[in-house]
């Protein structure tokens, strides 16, 4: 980091690209492969590991996420071997927190103790729904049953588990639902990640809905339902949404995601990850070769051909800032966000005086209403 300049944190980003099958709802860089060779695997990110940090060798390491794809199909020794070079590249913060995302399927779930052991301290378990039917539409290869031995074995193991749940399902009730919400509350988690289905393009689901399928998505009106029943049942059980789908007791938010959200600099590795990196106070984007094949390869012997690296405008980075930290409950910093727009460009008066964002504590943010609206509100805010 060069003198002068701002830190807001520092992560590393590894993708896994490797599912057991892929979900009809999921647009994520996943691919289904019978044969994978685990040992030119860690070789490569052994190897990028070490590019990234002769980039920054002074950095102190605040978070890593291994994310795919389906990360706990990784041998444990595959993930002692990444950490092992994790550890030779950079100096970790005291508070370091190393995050693996986990499917419930049997497989993973007697991983979880060598995972431990590598330094995984959390866990983000992809419970999806506790609704066998709804897991088969979902595409998902696990039942509850699968789900709720995972979640008993990963409260074995370690002190802080996430769950993910999907709602706004398909004939999915705000009663149906409620209940739903209730039993996962009920777990007494620190941390749940609490999704709305989207329907993205390029994906089964999406191919599905243009054709006319798909039938029993909550319109407007329920959607909106869902939403509020989601919020008030989250922050009565202690759980306030610290962004617009993730709730945690105060304290227990996920660092490496809040790097995101707050503009830190990450490294991404593996295939289709991306990254936001600052070298001599320029920030850029960089987003890796896509295709497993085609990463493994340059990564292993063309390193050039791994990344591709694009320089952020000042637009580009007061957009981001603007994207990424009105997600998060406490918003933006206002002396940061006059630093990126000194011009004053960006103008909330109306948007505050409607009641959908205030200031308070040198600080830019939603309202509670103004939260559900924040795409409509973004649009406003850059346009």
């Not at 944190?9 to 709802?25: A, M, R, T």
Request: hydrophobic fraction near 40%; proline fraction near 4%.
């Amino acid at each position: 980091m060069a003198e002068g300049s701002e830190d807001f944190g520092f992560g590393l980003y590894l993708h896994w690209p490797f599912c057991q099958s892929k979900c009809p709802y999921c647009d994520f860089n996943s691919h289904v492969s019978g044969a994978v060779d685990h040992g030119k695997w860690a070789e490569a990110f052994e190897a990028e590991i070490a590019r990234a940090a002769a980039r920054f060798p002074e950095r102190i390491l605040n978070s890593v996420f291994f994310g795919g794809g389906t990360p706990s199909l990784m041998p444990v020794a595959l993930v002692d071997r990444i950490m092992g070079a994790v550890r030779r590249a950079w100096p970790l913060a005291n508070d370091i927190e190393i995050t693996l995302e986990a499917n419930p399927g049997s497989v993973e779930t007697q991983r979880f103790a060598g995972y431990r052991l590598a330094g995984v301290d959390r866990v983000s378990l992809g419970v999806q729904a506790l609704d066998d039917r709804d897991l088969r539409r979902l595409g998902r290869l696990h039942s509850v049953e699968d789900a709720m031995n995972a979640l008993e074995v990963c409260r074995s193991v370690f002190d802080r588990v996430s769950i993910d749940l999907i709602y706004a399902r398909q004939d999915q009730s705000v009663e149906a639902w409620r209940s739903e919400l209730s039993r996962a509350l009920d777990f007494g988690l620190d941390h749940l990640s609490l999704y709305q289905l989207t329907i993205e393009n390029g994906t089964a689901f999406g191919d599905r809905f243009a054709a006319g399928g798909l039938r029993g998505l909550p319109d407007e009106t329920r959607s909106i339902d869902l939403w509020d029943v989601t919020q008030r049942m989250a922050e009565t059980a202690g759980l306030p949404a610290y962004e617009v789908s993730n709730h945690a007791r105060p304290g227990q938010e996920s660092r490496h995601n809040m790097l995101y959200w707050e503009g830190g600099d990450y490294v991404g590795i593996g295939p289709g990850a991306h990254g936001r990196e600052r070298l001599q106070e320029v920030r850029y984007a960089t987003e890796s070769v896509r295709m497993p094949s085609a990463w493994l390869l340059a990564a292993l012997e063309r390193p050039d051909d791994v990344a591709e690296s694009t320089r952020l405008t000042p637009n580009d980075e007061l957009t981001e800032f603007l994207l990424m930290g009105l997600r998060v409950r406490d918003g933006v910093c206002l002396e940061r966000l006059e630093k990126l727009d000194p011009t004053g460009s960006v103008d909330p008066t109306d948007l505050i005086s409607a009641g959908l964002l205030e200031k308070g504590s040198g600080r830019l943010r939603c309202t509670s209403s103004g939260r559900p609206l924040l795409n409509a509100i973004l649009g406003t805010l850059l346009s």
